[in-house]
Nanobody, 129 residues
């Protein structure tokens, strides 16, 4: 079971930026699919971004429509971390952000929460208007 620890959340004004980091304990991090989800109060957990392992050192990124062009998912295999760079933040981005992981090649798009079996504890992002 891989351990995931998120950090970097906090309070930011609308239009500002934050960078979240997820640190993984797993030695074979490079073979993991990594993702970020978020959950606002009273809402379902929703997909934000993911880095899908295609094979060798090839990864495919995908983003939710709501964050395309503003957020970037960055993975650093040597450090066993994945980051979520968030720019032009909006009040509707406010949520608890979770890091998720699943090992190996997977045929699905990996944009659903049930695709992942390892989760971090979450980090709060608050955006003031």
């Amino acid at each position: 079971q891989v351990q995931l620890v998120e950090s970097g959340g906090g309070l930011v004004q609308a239009g500002g930026s934050l960078r979240l980091t997820c640190a993984a304990s797993e030695f074979t991090f490079s073979t993991y699919n990594m993702a970020w989800f978020r959950q606002a109060p009273g809402r379902e957990r929703e997909f934000v971004a993911r880095s899908k392992w295609i094979g060798s050192n090839i990864y495919s990124s995908d983003y939710a429509d709501a964050v395309k062009g503003r957020f970037s998912i960055l993975r650093h295999n040597a450090k066993k971390t994945v980051e979520l760079e968030m720019n032009s933040l909006k009040p509707e981005d406010m949520a608890v952000y979770y890091c998720a992981a699943r090992v190996g090649r997977v045929g699905s798009d990996l944009i659903d929460a049930f695709d992942y079996d390892n989760w971090g504890q979450g980090t709060q992002v608050t955006v003031s208007s």
